[in-house]
């Protein structure tokens, strides 16, 4: 049976960097971000820092720059994770009250690398390419 952080839990660990090239370090002070309506709060067992990850570090790429120039640091990398969820939002917690969703707290979940819109050229038939939508979104990247 996994973990279950508590409820109260306000700070999170994770690996940070401050900007570009600098070394990586391990914070524990940092934010727990506000949970979506839609979303949930997954409690991190396990992630990757792949080529994106680097090329965000080494300022390449252009959405951690923004991410930089809008919030300022500290950055965290890893967008291919897993985990478990400790809570739900808003909306998510509605539904589960009325057993239209099948998302619980405890559920061990995968957090996907690219979340597609399903509805641009890239998308939708004959492309069928969602890796490459126009309007992607990254969890934990972007």
């Given at each position: 049976?996994?973990?279950?952080?508590?409820?109260?839990?306000?700070?999170?660990?994770?690996?940070?960097?401050?900007?570009?090239?600098?070394?990586?370090?391990?914070?524990?002070?940092?934010?727990?971000?506000?949970?979506?309506?839609?979303?949930?709060?997954?409690?991190?067992?396990?992630?990757?820092?792949?080529?994106?990850?680097?090329?965000?570090?080494?300022?390449?790429?252009?959405?951690?720059?923004?991410?930089?120039?809008?919030?300022?640091?500290?950055?965290?990398?890893?967008?291919?994770?897993?985990?478990?969820?400790?809570?739900?939002?808003?909306?998510?917690?509605?539904?589960?009250s009325s057993s239209s969703s099948s998302?619980?707290?405890?559920?061990?979940?995968?957090?996907?690398?690219?979340?597609?819109?399903?509805?641009?050229?890239?998308?939708?038939?004959?492309?069928?390419?969602?890796?490459?939508?126009?309007?992607?979104?990254?969890?934990?990247f972007t």
């Amino acid at each position: 049976q996994p973990r279950k952080p508590s409820p109260s839990l306000i700070m999170m660990k994770g690996a940070i960097y401050t900007s570009f090239h600098s070394p990586i370090t391990t914070s524990t002070t940092l934010p727990i971000p506000p949970i979506p309506p839609d979303g949930a709060l997954i409690a991190i067992r396990a992630t990757g820092v792949c080529r994106s990850d680097w090329h965000g570090w080494k300022g390449h790429d252009g959405d951690v720059r923004h991410f930089f120039q809008t919030h300022g640091p500290p950055f965290v990398p890893g967008h291919e994770a897993s985990g478990v969820i400790v809570r739900l939002g808003s909306d998510l917690a509605a539904k589960q009250s009325s057993s239209s969703s099948s998302l619980r707290v405890g559920d061990r979940v995968a957090i996907p690398f690219i979340l597609s819109c399903g509805t641009c050229r890239e998308c939708l038939p004959p492309r069928n390419r969602p890796t490459i939508c126009e309007r992607q979104h990254q969890p934990g990247f972007t």
